[in-house]
Nanobody, 117 residues
């Protein structure tokens, strides 16, 4: 099973920033769409942001203007810069890789993001 290795996350106060990273094997990174879903307790998993191999991006309405997804082809890594964090951003964030945001091939292990009020 191909592993996506996530890092980042943690505890931050409202208005703070965090950066998530997700590294993938080059065979995956070079062709697939990558990004993050998140899941808060008692809620369904939701798409946060995604970026494809052409660097086209899409974001959930709730994070537009606050989160930025990017990719570093030299490092086979995708980043999610999260600014102006809110308590409602608290969730486990899961990195993914797939043909599209609905055709997921691989998941990361998940990383907890907690925003205190």
């Amino acid at each position: 099973q191909v592993q996506l290795v996530e890092s980042g996350g943690g505890l931050v106060q409202t208005g703070g920033s965090l950066r998530l990273s997700c590294a993938a094997p080059r065979s995956i990174f070079s062709i697939y769409t990558m990004g993050w879903y998140r899941q808060a307790p008692g809620k369904q998993r939701e798409l946060v942001a995604a970026i494809n191999s052409a660097r086209s991006t899409n974001y959930a309405d709730s994070v537009k203007g606050r989160f930025t997804i990017s990719r570093d082809n030299a490092k086979n890594t995708v980043y999610l810069q999260m600014n102006s964090l809110k308590p409602e951003d608290t969730a486990v964030y899961y990195c993914f890789a797939g043909a599209t945001v609905n055709m997921i091939r691989n998941w990361g292990q998940g990383t907890q993001v907690t925003v205190s009020s």
